[in-house]
């Protein structure tokens, strides 16, 4: 059972390229989550997701686009990176079984990307 | 809206000595409050939370914090603190975001450093 796994662990990119980063979870949840952590910032919403084929959007959605096609799965992309965009990105899930409003959340190791 | 504010971004222990984080809400109705910790390059993961009932909540590790209505507080403690506490600690509080979604709000974080 390995949780919430990200991939990649690490990401340089140049200003203007695009990149997806993954996010899998083995525990069949139907939330999942994207964040960014920058320093003194704490966890920023990105995107989040409440079942498979939905998205919505959440504090900081531009210069994201996300998709879940896949319960399990979680996609989020870049399309054209800029300097701001660097930092560490963290996925999340919710159990299931409770109410959103007291769920737990399980993060992913997170990735660190760096636009230059 | 609810929100949540950690008084402190930076707070030094020694070894064996108290541990206070503290951690105020805003909120208009009922909150439902967490205390996340992440250790150095890993995920968060869930200390405690409290949802309804009981106002004093234990966690993992020793930890545990008291929900207190009438200070709007939320605070966490441990009563001596280990050298593997040193972390970052965050305090989140649910907030809805539309129909019956919710979504966590993160506190910007508190490091905690533990000297020998």
């Known amino acids: 059972n390995a949780g919430v796994t990200q991939t990649p662990k690490f990401r340089v990119l140049k200003t203007g390229q695009s990149m997806t980063l993954l996010c899998a979870q083995d525990m069949n949840h139907e939330y999942m989550y994207w964040y960014r952590q920058d320093p003194g910032m704490g966890l920023r919403l990105i995107h989040y997701?409440?079942?498979?084929?939905?998205?919505a959007k959440g504090e900081v959605p531009d210069g994201y686009n996300v998709s879940r096609l896949k319960k399990q799965n979680f996609l989020l992309g870049l399309e054209s990176a800029a300097p701001s965009q660097t930092s560490v990105y963290f996925c999340a899930s919710g159990s299931s079984g409770a109410h959103p409003r007291t769920h737990e959340q399980y993060f992913g190791p997170g990735t660190r990307l760096t636009v230059t | 809206a609810q929100s949540v504010t950690q008084l402190g971004s930076h707070v030094s222990v020694s070894e064996g000595a108290l541990v206070l984080l503290r951690c105020n809400y805003s909120s208009s109705v009922p909150p439902y409050l967490f205390w996340y910790v992440q250790y150095p390059n890993q995920g968060l993961q869930l200390l405690l939370k409290y949802t309804t009932g009981a106002t004093l909540v234990k966690g993992i590790n020793g930890f545990e914090a008291e929900f207190k209505k009438s200070e709007t507080s939320f605070h966490l403690t441990k009563p001596s603190a280990h050298m593997s506490d040193a972390a970052e600690y965050f305090c989140a509080v649910t907030r809805q975001s539309g129909g019956s979604n919710y979504k966590l709000t993160f506190g910007k974080g508190t490091l905690l450093t533990v000297n020998p």
């Open positions: 997701s409440v079942g498979e084929g939905t998205t």
